[in-house]
T-cell receptor
Framework: AQSVTQLGSHVSVSEGALVLLRCNYS??????LFWYVQYPNQGLQLLLK??????LVKGINGFEAEFKKSETSFHLTKPSAHMSDAAEYFC??????????????FGAGTQVVVTP | DGGITQSPKYLFRKEGQNVTLSCEQN?????MYWYRQDPGQGLRLIYY???????QKGDIAEGYSVSREKKESFPLTVTSAQKNPTAFYLC?????????????FGEGSRLTVL
């Protein structure tokens, strides 16, 4: 079965500094991977996704993520944090087995705080 | 605009009462899902449906029920059998089959049991 682990439940970053959110996955087959963002009391919005092809994926709001098969990682980065990046971020992997096909397995989430 | 509409956004319930959360989508998606969100636990799948008149249990289905009589609608009933129903509930949809599995989410419904 597929699973994801997000390292760090809370991350504090200064405005203008690098944002790095870590995600490691477990999958017996090539995975489909996603990063979502959630603002308070709202639904989740897709930031970016990796399915096949280029391992560096660019998303919305200046975020990007790199799929590294050898490290089973899909870390999310943004070169310069903005106050509006304060939110919770979720990494997810798509089920690829017969009984999990199409279902997303989410990590526990990382809360990002941006300080002036 | 296409999207997913959940209602109500906030709901209060007394213990022992059933409550139904509405989810409607106009994206023409085949698959629909209900997730429960608790602080520090991410999202956990309650039920999902890939076609009208068919649905499957997710990881935490006990105390919940669903129906899928129309492609656009996937209501969730939180029954009195659910021991800890206070949570944020999210409805989502996706294209079925060989799509990438990307989910589109509604704005959520926050249920509080008094």
């Amino acid at each position: 079965a597929q699973s994801v682990t997000q390292l760090g439940s809370h991350v504090s970053v200064s405005e203008g500094a690098l944002v790095l959110l870590r995600c490691n996955y477990s999958s017996s087959v090539p995975p489909y991977l996603f990063w979502y963002v959630q603002y308070p009391n709202q639904g989740l919005q897709l930031l970016l996704k990796y399915t096949t092809g280029a391992t560096l994926v660019k998303g919305i709001n200046g975020f990007e993520a790199e799929f590294k098969k050898s490290e089973t990682s899909f870390h999310l980065t943004k070169p310069s944090a903005h106050m509006s990046d304060a939110a919770e971020y979720f990494c997810a992997v798509r089920g690829m087995t017969t009984d999990s096909w199409g279902k997303l397995q989410f990590g526990a989430g990382t809360q990002v705080v941006v300080t002036p | 605009d296409g999207g997913i509409t959940q209602s109500p956004k906030y709901l209060f319930r007394k213990e022992g009462q059933n409550v139904t959360l509405s989810c409607e989508q106009n994206l023409n998606h085949d698959a629909m899902y209900w997730y429960r969100q608790d602080p520090g636990q991410g999202l956990r799948l309650i039920y999902y449906s890939q076609i009208v008149n068919d649905f499957q249990k997710g990881d935490i289905a006990e105390g919940y029920s669903v129906s899928r009589e129309k492609k656009e609608s996937f209501p969730l009933t939180v029954t009195s059998a659910q021991k800890n129903p206070t949570a944020f509930y999210l409805c989502a949809s996706s294209m079925k089959g060989l799509g990438t599995g990307e989910l589109f989410f509604g704005e959520g419904s926050r249920l509080t049991v008094l």
